[in-house]
């Protein structure tokens, strides 16, 4: 596609339910990061996918998150059994790492809500 | 430790009053440096990439500049619409892995 795509762009849950948060990258991209952002803070690194591998997960918060990437292309953050800390914008990036193309590009991101 | 740092925090400037945002960084295995603009409740934009010292780029009224240590992010005679938080990342080959770590951002708010 154009862009790095996100969905959904807003989410509502309660309080230990699951959620599935999805990044389609840009065709052809190996690379792709999800981080989070709590209200007013920085990039938080969550994981790192390089194809259908995740050499760093060093990231992920708590066993309560895991993410995969099948077809070198979309990937799926799950959260299980979501509590209110969970609350922020998650975002996904994709890179090609081709030459000198190592730039990344971020979708517009998933709110989600805890309650 | 590998770590980014910008400074300042926050920025206020007089539309037409030039400044500029620093980023400094300690990272080994430096593969490029990216400046991105983000506005409230938007993903981050990119803005410019920086290979190697010495290296600057420019965008209208924004010229980024690179050293062996940090980056520069000038602003020229700034707009209101200039408002936004600018990020700096890193992204560095370490741990058989690209990591890609930001700063935590310069809020700039430009007044008319």
């Known amino acids: 596609g154009a862009g790095v795509s996100q969905s959904p762009s807003n989410k509502v849950t309660e309080k230990g339910k699951d959620v599935e948060l999805r990044c389609d990258p840009i065709?052809?991209?190996?690379?792709l990061y999800w981080y989070r952002q709590s209200l007013g803070q920085g990039l938080e690194f969550l994981i790192y996918f390089q194809g259908n591998s995740a050499p760093d997960k060093s990231g992920l918060p708590s066993d309560r998150f895991s993410a995969e990437r099948t077809g070198g292309s979309v990937s799926t953050l799950t959260i299980q059994r979501t509590q209110q800390e969970d609350s922020a914008v998650y975002l996904c990036?994709?890179?090609?790492?081709?030459?000198?193309?190592?730039?990344?590009?971020f979708g517009q991101g998933t709110r989600l809500t805890v309650v | 430790e590998d770590q980014v740092t910008q400074s300042p925090e926050a920025l206020r400037l007089q539309e037409g009053e030039s400044s500029s945002l620093n980023c400094s960084y300690t990272v080994s295995g430096l593969r490029g440096l990216f400046w991105y603009r983000q506005d409230p409740g938007k993903g981050p934009e990119f803005l410019f990439t920086?290979?190697?010292a010495g290296e600057e780029k420019e965008k209208e009224r924004l010229k980024a500049t690179l050293t062996k240590k940090e980056s520069f992010l000038h602003i020229t005679a700034p707009k209101p619409e200039d408002s936004a938080t600018y990020l700096c990342?890193?992204?560095?080959?370490?741990?058989?892995?690209?990591?890609?770590?930001f700063g935590s951002g310069t809020r700039l708010l430009v007044r008319p």
């Open positions: 990036a994709s890179s090609s790492l081709q030459g000198m193309n190592t730039e990344a590009f």
């Open positions: 990342a890193v992204q560095a080959w370490m741990d058989s892995s690209y990591k890609l770590i």
């Open positions: 920086l290979y190697s």
């Open positions: 065709s052809g991209h190996t690379a």
